[in-house]
């Protein structure tokens, strides 16, 4: 089972910035916080990961709790082409570890 | 990041027949690929973990001798579903961790698989 929960779905207005929670309070030491995000009809797209700093990369910034027991991926300025599914997922970030999938957050971004 | 890549993007086959999908890693070396399986509206599940040289590893509930994994190189790895029913209509979609990347995992494209 995953060891993460993600509301079901959210909307957005476009050109705002969407903020997907994500909570996973039993997350191991060792283990990682990544997002990925799906668009329909596509394979999964990755988006950003960390362990407990907080991240930023060109396409979001993520933001860990200090007891690591929660997240929230920031896309700062949606746009349209942002509507898909976004996963969010705990994994050690061993070779060989694969991922277990929820069933994520749906966000639409509305014109 | 890095790159993976599938073929084909979709296909269609009889009942009966068998097909085979392949993913690639194109720059980089992936000993171990996870091959899932995804139904409309529904998430991604894990079918099997492909190792290269040796057995993959399937989950449980996966048919080992209908869905064929054979990692063939450090960058392929097909899977083949054998003697296909409308019930295995699905998309399939492959991964692999780049370790130059740490550890990151990537995606492939998908494939869509309609068996009529």
């Known amino acids: 089972d995953a060891k993460t929960t993600q509301p079901p779905s959210m909307d957005c207005a476009e050109g705002r910035a969407a903020n997907l929670p994500c909570n996973h309070s039993t997350i191991s030491g060792n283990e990682y916080v990544y997002w990925y995000r799906q668009i329909h009809s596509q394979g999964p797209q990755y988006i950003i990961h960390?362990?407990?700093n907080n991240e930023t990369n060109e396409m979001a910034s993520l933001i860990i709790t200090e007891d690591r027991k929660s997240s929230t991926l920031i896309l700062p300025h949606a746009t349209l082409r942002d509507t898909a599914v976004y996963y969010c997922?705990?994994?050690?970030?061993?070779?060989?570890?694969?991922?277990?999938f929820g069933p994520g957050t749906r966000l639409s971004v509305l014109p | 990041g890095a790159v993976v890549s599938q073929h084909p993007s979709w296909v269609i086959c009889k009942s009966g027949t068998s097909v085979k999908i392949e993913c690639r890693s194109l720059d980089f070396q992936a000993t171990t690929m996870f091959w899932y399986r995804q139904f409309p509206k529904q998430s991604l599940m894990l079918m099997a973990t492909s190792n290269e040289g040796s057995k993959a590893t399937y989950e449980q509930g996966v048919e080992k001798d209908k869905f064929l994994i054979n990692h063939a190189s450090l960058t392929l790895s097909t899977l083949t579903v054998t003697s296909a029913h409308p019930e295995d209509s699905s998309f399939y979609i492959c991964?692999?961790?780049?370790?130059?990347?740490?550890?990151?995992?990537?995606f492939g494209e998908g494939s869509w698989l309609t068996v009529v």
């Open positions: 997922i705990v994994r050690a970030n061993n070779y060989g570890q694969n991922f277990v």
């Open positions: 960390g362990l407990k």
């Open positions: 991964s692999a961790p780049d370790t130059m990347g740490g550890n990151t995992i990537y």
